[in-house]
């Protein structure tokens, strides 16, 4: 069986999204001659293998028909499993993945960490840069720390009142795809919203709300080179470009209204793929990546990235000449080529062991 996977879904609130686009890249690969596994990862965590041409109304009441229940053991060599020759759990073999996962530990660097253990190469970035994208108040800071021009962040705390005026953009600080962001006028409904919203158990951020502001866009992808994808402007109804925009009206992400290339200067557009390379340097981007810009009167702002995997943003590389079958045959390609974490023992000699002693006399 094949070595190469896609993997998809997991415990996300946009566990839906992936599975969408899994079902794409695994179904992208098999059409074009590549022998792959279609890796379903459910809700409450489990692992399946389905059928790779499945359908999205196969999984609207849980695992597909056909399926073959996996676990997942993280020490190397091992991987995906199945259940062997006397129950024993055998291995599938899996060597190289691309991870379709939205949101969650599937895109927070924790499956990345699991695959990295396991020995099992993943498209995306590595885990720290993962960890990093997923959380809006660290990347605020490396780009502030960085000096390129983006709004202020701070956390959502009691301790912490925000030095700029409202009204704010309150976001759960870990998460993406706009779920359970909102405009809220102060720092008083700001907290209440942490306490009442699931999206906000591990906190949230606020930054300032600038009315009118547009959404920029751009994709990045890093193989065989870096390369940027044309730059498109979401034509929003409301104040934000939210998750119901995004991926519910027009029939997907691919379908909402967009100006695709937007319609700017290319001043403008100049700026926006300066700071895309910058960006992409500072955070260790890798595979298929899409970074957000807000632009407001004269300045521009970066906002935040999607680091892995957010919908491979096919549409915006087919409108640059790159087809889907190429951009997804690519992210294997790199993932395949990738050398993994780079961890070594280098310098665990024994010296520190030999001089410790007694251990118990220590405590002693």
């Known amino acids: 069986m094949s070595r190469h996977a896609v993997v998809f879904g997991g415990p996300s609130p946009e566990h839906d999204i992936s599975i969408l686009t899994g079902l794409m890249a695994a179904r992208t690969l098999h059409e074009s001659g590549t022998e792959v596994r279609a890796l379903y990862w459910t809700k409450t965590g489990d692992w399946y293998e389905v059928p790779v041409n499945a359908e ?41 993945v691309v991870n379709a996962c939205h ?12 695959l990295d253990i396991a020995g099992i190469r993943s498209s995306g970035p590595a885990t720290w840069s993962a960890s990093l994208a997923m959380d809006k108040l660290a990347f605020g800071a490396v780009m502030e720390t960085a000096g390129l021009p983006t709004l202020p962040r701070r956390p959502i705390d009691e301790a912490v009142i925000p030095d700029f005026e409202g009204p704010y953009i309150a976001k759960p600080r870990f998460g993406g795809s706009s779920i359970g962001i909102e405009v809220v006028e102060d720092h008083a409904t700001a907290l209440a919203l942490t306490k009442s919203s699931p999206h906000y158990v591990a906190g949230g951020v606020l930054e300032p709300f600038l009315e009118g502001a547009d959404d920029l866009n751009i994709s990045i992808r890093t193989w065989p080179e870096l390369e940027l994808s044309p730059i498109e402007r979401p034509l929003r109804g409301g104040a934000l470009y939210d998750y119901k925009e995004k991926y519910l009206s027009g029939g997907g ?16 557009a100049e700026r926006i793929r300066s700071l895309a390379a910058t960006v992409a340097r500072l955070t260790g981007v890798r595979g298929v990546s899409r970074l957000d810009f807000l632009h407001h009167g004269d300045a521009l702002y970066v906002n935040e990235i999607n680091n892995p995997p957010g919908s491979l943003s096919h549409y915006l590389w087919s409108a640059g000449g790159v087809t889907t079958p190429q951009l997804v045959r690519d992210l294997l390609e790199e993932a395949d080529r990738g050398k993994g974490p780079g961890w070594t023992a ?19």
């Not at 399926?67 to 060597?95: I, M, N, Q, T």
């Not at 949101?103 to 699991?114: F, K």
């Not at 992400?253 to 403008?268: F, H, T």
């Not at 030999?354 to 251990?359: E, F, P, Y």
């Open 56 to 96: 999205a109304a196969d999984f609207i009441e849980g695992v597909p028909k056909g399926s073959e229940e996996l676990g997942f053991v993280a020490a190397p060599g091992a991987g995906w499993v199945a259940e062997g020759r006397l129950g024993r759990p055998k291995p599938l073999g899996v060597e190289a």
């Open 103 to 114: 949101g969650g530990p599937g895109e927070d660097g924790a499956l990345q960490a699991a």
């Open 253 to 268: 992400l691919e379908g909402s209204r967009r100006e695709l290339p937007a319609d700017i200067p290319e001043e403008l």
């Open 346 to 364: 280098v310098g665990a000699d024994g010296m520190a062991l030999r001089d410790a002693g007694s251990i118990a006399a220590k405590l002693g």
